[in-house]
């Protein structure tokens, strides 16, 4: 059952996911807009927020929100995605006490800018590195959504998507790929002259 506080809203994506694996029970993307009425929802239902986490990714800038319940199981992971060059989220910091100082964090670590946090200056790193966020990654080692949440084995079983949104699905099998999937058959040794009956000589 998808959890009270998410059922109400029209995620982009949300999938139960294999907690053993994974350490989420479920994995969502949020839009942008959504980030603070979500937050509302689930500490009303109980839930606390872990962290705000950033990931810079092929698809664009990630800003990732852990949220758990003390008496209900089900760890919850939020996704939300913004441009890489406009990584700009609305804050949670006056819904969610404590959520300021996760901001300022990722704000230090991977630029990102979240609006109307009450007190947004770097938390950790010095005024004179304001400009520089160490965990931005160059375009070539960002890795894609696909591969970060949405590998095989994950266990993932997709409950909502929105129409158009695809970045989290699996490519189509190949021809090529069911031909490496196949088993291969299992060669029979060829006979040698010695090995037959009569030493392969004619009688």
């Known amino acids: 059952m998808i959890p009270a ?15 053993a694996r994974t350490g989420s029970a479920w994995l969502g993307v949020m839009a942008l ?8 929802a689930l500490l009303a239902a ?15 800038a990630v800003a990732a929100y852990h949220f758990d319940h003390f008496t209900t199981p089900g760890r919850i992971t939020l996704l939300a995605l913004a441009p890489h060059d406009a990584p700009v989220f609305p804050s949670i910091a006056a819904i969610y006490q404590g959520a300021e100082w996760h ?4 704000r230090d670590f991977f630029g990102y800018v979240f609006t109307d946090n009450p007190n947004f200056i770097p938390l950790l790193l010095p005024d004179d590195m304001a400009d520089i966020h160490p965990l931005k ?5 960002r ?7 949405a590998g095989e084995g994950r266990g993932s079983e997709v409950q909502r998507k929105a129409e158009g949104f695809t970045l989290l699905d699996q490519p189509a099998p190949t021809a090529a790929d069911d031909a490496k999937a196949a088993p ?9 002259a010695d090995d ?3 030493g392969g000589k004619d009688a």
């Open 5 to 19: 506080p998410l059922a109400s809203f029209d995620l982009l994506y949300l999938a139960r996911e294999d907690h």
């Open 103 to 106: 901001e300022r964090e990722t």
């Open 143 to 149: 890795a894609s959504l696909l591969t970060l949440f």
């Open 137 to 141: 990654k160059p375009e070539a080692a």
């Open 33 to 40: 807009q959504d980030i603070p009425a979500i937050a509302k």
């Open 184 to 192: 291969a058959e299992a060669k029979q040794p060829e006979a040698k």
């Open 196 to 198: 037959q009956p009569d």
């Open 46 to 60: 109980g839930y606390h927020l872990e962290d705000i986490s950033g990931l810079d990714a092929a698809e664009g």
